[in-house]
Nanobody, 122 residues
Framework: QVQLVESGGGLVQAGGSLRLSCAAS????????MGWFRQAPGKEREFVAA???????AYADSVKGRFTISRDNAKNTVYLQMNTLKPEDTAVYYC????????????????WGQGTQVTVSS
């Protein structure tokens, strides 16, 4: 059974940083793209960043230059380094996996974690 477990969320002041982690288990994730998404209260879930097994990545325009996605294939773990955080980054952040060799900047992923709350105070 595939399981994705996010960690690293919390409360931070504007301008601060957080690093999210997503540990995947239950199968081999070669040829799987991994993505980060977020959902703020009253809003739809939106794409944040994604990365392929070989390291190709993509970002939403709203986070380019501030967020960095990476993955450690040996550990089946994907990370999201978030710098220069803004109050509008406040949301529940979700990790997801999809069998794909290309970046998929949509919410059409096969497996999802439970999410981790990120709150940025002004």
């Amino acid at each position: 059974q595939v399981q994705l477990v996010e960690s690293g969320g919390g409360l931070v002041q504007a301008g601060g940083s957080l690093r999210l982690s997503c540990a995947a288990s239950g199968r081999t994730f070669s040829n799987y793209a991994m993505g980060w998404f977020r959902q703020a209260p009253g809003k739809e879930r939106e794409f944040v960043a994604a990365i392929t097994w070989t390291g190709n990545n993509a970002y939403a325009d709203s986070v380019k230059g501030r967020f960095t996605i990476s993955r450690d294939n040996a550990k089946n773990t994907v990370y999201l380094q978030m710098n220069t955080l803004k109050p509008e980054d406040t949301a529940v952040y979700y990790c997801a996996a999809r069998r794909s060799t290309v970046v998929v900047p949509t919410t059409l992923y096969d497996y999802w974690g439970q999410g981790t709350q990120v709150t940025v105070s002004s």
